[in-house]
Structure formats: structure tokens, C-alpha cells
């Protein structure tokens, strides 16, 4: 009686002993992630992963750059990368891959994975170098940048690279302003695009160069070709850096968000004007002329500005003196060589006291003469267009007013 207890209690621990070990081996099964092979269709060398391995190279491991075919065991997706520590180029699966040399990480070679995850969201930059081809210094931007002022590479970008973004606006100033120009694609050469080589202080990731103020473009070209500067104010001066350095430069206008603008053909808003309504494919055709604009006033017109014209077709260096009521300008003094030209603008209605001096002899340069012969004086006011006009001999030279039709 005693034997048979004994023999059901040696079963009981036998099936118990069972138990345990099919436990046990289930529980080892599903504890497995994901199997690695060094041969593709799942042959050669393998070894079960259970959880992330940031280095393929560890001796229980040792499969770095060698892994060729994966199954995936008990996991949604596994993340392949191409260097240690989860970083370099990654690729994810979530089913069995026979042989990953058809996969650009598999090419690379594999050394780390991560079970149960997707690879990292790529973030969208522009890369700008350098030097030309993406050559030399560079700096990566990641979002829209206001201004590169305090990076080295503000003053010189000859290429630019796109990792990631459909389009790219890059400025010339600061807080997009300036000239613009957008980018569909990497640029090798920078030299060869509208923007050139200039200085890049301001970037949009995937924008445009609208502006929502008034502005217009100059071009050096006819017909809207060549070189071109986006102009967000009134320039007094455009031989500026902020003007886009085109004094005497400009051959045509695209104008945007205003009715008008006044064109000068000298500085600080004086000499020849004309009035722009419309694009100007040509300013040959204006009374401002091609290649001699120098300054611009945005949504302004030239209707209430008279010229005073002043020539010298005299044997003498000519020096033209007046006051005028004008705050701005309350006294001027320009030297004329022989055969000179100047012309300046005046509202309608400024009074102005002109002298003419004489220097003698006749030199290139007025700068030398200390002493100068008042010959006559002229008071007028600004009602039509003034051409004051020295001539003479250096024996008798005479003075002459005329006045001409407006232009």
C-alpha cells in the first residue's frame, strides 16, 4: 500500500517536473525579440536579441556590419541603424527580411538595433557652404532663421545644400528683407543664380519671398534680366549696401503693393525725376535714362518738383551759389568744369538767391581756387523749370537765364 503511494506521488512530481520545463521553454520562446543571421534566408550564424542593442560589436553579439537577414519574433518593428548608439542612417521593418542587402542599411551595414520603434523623424535643414559644391566651412539650419549676423558664414555662402524641404527663401537682410530668391533645389554655385555670392543674413525653410509692404525689384538688365535687388524703402542713396549697390546701374523696374514711386536721377531725391505707375521694362525710355537712377521715393510722384539746372559752357571753372527757403537745403554750392552739367529739384514755390562766380584759368578741378569773381546773381522762384547757363570768354564772360519747358 505503501509502494503505491509512494509510485503516485513519484508521478505527481514527474508531470509537475514537465510542467515547469515546457514553461520554462515557452517563456525563454516569447522572451525572444528578434533573430539576426550573417547569411541571407535566415542561414548562417544567429542570434536572438531580447531586448535594444546599441553595439552589434559585443562579444555575446559580435555581429556588426554583418547582419544580412532578420525575423522578427515578438515585436511590431524593429529599427535598424547604420552606426553604434542608434545614429547614422536607419531604416525600420515589421516583418521578416530575407536578405537586407537590397535595403540601403543593409549596403551600409548594420550596428545597432532597436525593438519595438520606428527610426527618428528626420528634421528638415538647409545646409549652407562655403565654397562652391558644397565644399569648406558649413552650418545647418533647421528653421526659419531672422539673421546669420553672428555666424561665420553670413558674408560668404557660395552653395547651398536642401536635406529635407521642398523650398527655401534665402535674403540679403536681415529679417527678410533685402534681395530674395527661392530655391527649388541644391544650389552647387551660387555665382550663377540671381542672388550670386552676396551676403545671406536671413532664411525661410520652405517659404517665399512675398512681402506683404511695398517694394519693388531693380534689375541691371532690360527687360527684367541681370542682377536684381528687392528695395523695401525709399533709397536716398543707391550706391549703399542696403540699396543693393546699383547707382547708375539700373535698366528696368518691377514695382509691387503701391501706385507709384518718384525715380531721381541724383542722390538725396534730386536731379531728373519721373514718375513710375507701371513696370518699366526700359529707363531709356524714362527722363531719368539708363544706367543713371541714384535714388527712389516709394509711393511719391513727381508732379509738384521744378529743376534748376545749372551749366558751364564757359572758359572758366564755374562756381553756382544760391539760399533757398527750402529747411532741407537751406544753402547749396556746386563747381562746374567746363561743358558740366548738374541738375537739382525743388518743390513748387521755393524761392532761391543764385550767384555765379568765375575761377580762372579753366581747370579740370574747381577745388583749387581760392578767390572767385562774382559775376551776376539771378532771384527767382520755382514756378516753371529754371536752366541757369554760364558762358563767356576769359576776357568777358557773361551769365544767361533761361527758362525751359518742363520735362
Not at 551600409?108 to 538647409?126: F, H, M, R, T, W
Not at 534680366?225 to 543707391?238: E, H, P
Not at 540699396?243 to 514711386?261: D, E, P
Request: with cysteine; charged share 20%.
Amino acid at each position: 500500500m505503501r509502494g503505491s503511494k509512494l509510485f503516485k506521488v513519484k508521478i505527481i512530481v514527474a508531470y509537475i517536473f514537465v510542467i515547469l520545463v515546457l514553461f520554462s521553454v515557452v517563456s525563454y520562446t516569447s522572451a525572444v525579440k528578434v533573430i539576426i543571421y550573417d547569411k541571407a534566408n535566415f542561414q548562417g550564424t544567429k542570434v536572438k536579441l531580447f531586448s535594444n542593442s546599441s553595439d552589434l560589436r559585443v562579444p555575446t553579439i559580435a555581429m556588426n556590419d554583418k547582419v544580412l537577414s532578420l525575423k522578427i519574433k515578438n515585436a511590431s518593428s524593429v529599427a535598424l541603424f547604420e552606426n553604434i548608439n542608434y545614429k547614422g542612417k536607419c531604416q525600420s521593418f515589421t516583418e521578416n527580411i530575407s536578405d537586407l542587402r537590397i535595403h540601403q542599411v543593409g549596403i551600409l551595414g548594420i550596428s545597432s538595433i532597436k525593438i519595438n520603434a520606428d527610426c527618428p523623424e528626420k528634421k528638415a535643414a538647409v545646409i549652407l557652404y562655403e565654397k562652391k559644391n558644397y565644399r569648406g566651412e558649413s552650418k545647418k539650419i533647421t528653421s526659419n532663421t531672422t539673421m546669420l549676423a553672428y555666424t561665420p558664414l553670413h558674408q560668404e555662402v557660395s552653395s547651398i545644400k536642401l536635406d529635407g524641404v521642398s523650398s527655401v527663401a534665402v535674403f540679403s537682410g536681415a529679417s527678410y528683407h533685402g534681395n530674395c530668391e527661392v530655391f527649388t533645389s541644391s544650389q552647387p554655385n551660387l555665382s550663377k543664380t540671381s542672388i550670386g555670392d552676396n551676403e545671406i543674413e536671413s532664411v525661410k525653410l520652405n517659404g517665399n519671398c512675398r512681402f506683404s509692404g511695398p517694394y519693388m525689384f531693380l534689375f541691371e538688365h532690360n527687360n527684367y534680366n541681370g542682377r536684381r535687388f528687392r528695395l523695401i524703402n525709399s533709397a536716398s542713396d543707391l550706391s549703399s549696401d542696403y540699396a543693393g549697390n546699383l547707382n547708375n546701374k539700373v535698366s528696368s523696374i518691377k514695382m509691387f503693393n503701391m501706385s507709384s514711386a518718384a525715380l531721381y536721377g541724383d542722390r538725396d531725391m534730386n536731379g531728373k525725376c519721373h514718375t513710375m505707375k507701371n513696370n518699366i521694362p526700359q529707363m531709356a525710355s524714362t527722363v531719368v535714362g539708363n544706367d543713371a537712377l541714384s535714388s527712389i521715393r516709394f509711393n511719391a510722384e513727381c508732379k509738384e518738383e521744378r529743376f534748376l539746372k545749372v551749366r558751364n559752357n564757359s572758359a572758366a571753372v564755374v562756381k553756382f551759389s544760391w539760399l533757398t527757403d527750402d529747411p532741407l537745403h537751406p544753402q547749396e554750392s556746386v563747381k562746374l568744369a567746363v561743358g558740366r552739367e548738374k541738375i537739382f529739384n525743388y518743390k513748387t514755390g521755393r524761392k532761391l538767391n543764385i550767384i555765379v562766380y568765375f575761377g580762372y584759368p579753366a581747370l579740370d578741378t574747381a577745388s583749387n581756387f581760392v578767390d572767385w569773381d562774382e559775376k551776376c546773381s539771378y532771384r527767382i522762384k520755382l514756378d516753371d523749370n529754371y536752366f541757369i547757363f554760364a558762358k563767356g570768354t576769359l576776357i568777358k564772360p557773361s551769365c544767361e537765364k533761361v527758362i525751359i519747358p518742363s520735362i
